[in-house]
């Protein structure tokens, strides 16, 4: 049976129906999540998508957190489910402790917005399984505030566990260590600034998001 | 947090005695980016001061500031609400300190 994808919505999410209609362009079903329900709906894997969940407002992510959603998206992966935080959604992890660091304003202060190219550095993810280490992927970025930062000692911690697993092959805002996402140590959740949705059809310049989704599926 | 209702002949007085009233507090919350973690709008900032003719202007941060006020039985205890709330939300303890100022409400 294929899997279902809960697609978690706050208000101001804008990237969740992207993340539809990639999911279904590969042969799944997706669920849409309000952030106010606490249910899954019965969802295989969960999506955090893009966007600006409650303006952004204090800091990306920090109202999101506190949405019922999130507890529940939580609990789902303690259990070791798969669960990815796309641009935003990587935000919304990293303030909800699912993620270490924090992704401050561009260096720069620029809004970054085109294609990107990053460096499979671990096939060890829900997002990998698909490629291997060294493999460049054209995945497209849109964001104000992904420049990745984390103490020192969180860095050693994510090089030591080999949990990045993605990096830029040129920064385009100043991340540490060029790192475009990361997982968790239990290595079922994933955080990246780029956007693997926006990059499954021909017309959109890239289909390279194909193979993290189709990875994120095959272990739906 | 409501008061707790007292029942039965006892007089107003005798029960503000032992039951303390409320104090409104005002907050102001100066959130910075801590030490040592880069601060690119401060650095933007610093860059275009030469350009506007002001000279000899260095180490510029841009923080934010929340004031609000609280109700607590008294200055320790809205001190500790306060702490709580802004590790737990009004900053992001990876990349942000808080200087909280607390003073009775006028």
Known sequence: ?220 | MGRTRVTGPVSPVAGRLWQSEPMTFSVQVDVQLRAGVADPQGSTIERSLPALGFEGVSDVRVGKSVRFAIDAADQAAAEATVDQLCQRFLTNPVIEDAQITIEPAS
């Open chain 1, 1 to 220: 049976m294929a899997p279902t994808v809960g697609v978690v919505q706050f208000p101001g999410t804008n990237c969740e129906f992207d993340v539809v209609e990639a999911v279904a362009s590969l042969g799944a079903e997706s669920v849409i999540l309000w952030h106010q329900e606490a249910d899954l709906g019965g969802a295989d894997a969960v999506v955090v998508p893009g966007g600006f969940a409650h303006g952004d407002y204090l800091r990306p992510g920090a109202i999101a957190r506190f949405s019922p959603v999130m507890e529940s998206v939580a609990a789902f992966a303690a259990q070791g489910r798969p669960v990815v935080g796309i641009c935003n959604g990587f935000q919304v992890l990293t303030e909800a402790g699912l993620l270490p660091g924090a992704l401050q304003k561009n260096a720069g202060l620029k809004f970054r917005c085109g294609m990107t190219e990053l460096r499979v550095e671990s096939v060890d993810s829900p997002l990998t399984s698909r490629l291997a280490v060294g493999d460049v992927v054209r995945i497209p970025i849109n964001h104000f505030e992904g420049n990745y930062t984390c103490s020192d000692e969180d860095l050693a911690r994510l090089r030591d566990e080999d949990r990045i697993v993605f990096t830029y092959v040129d920064n385009p805002n100043g991340s540490m260590g060029d790192i475009a996402g990361i997982c968790n140590a239990a290595r079922n959740v994933v955080g990246l600034m780029p956007h693997p949705e926006r990059a499954c059809h021909d017309l959109l310049g890239s289909t390279d998001g194909r193979l993290l989704l189709g990875s994120f599926l095959d272990v739906a």
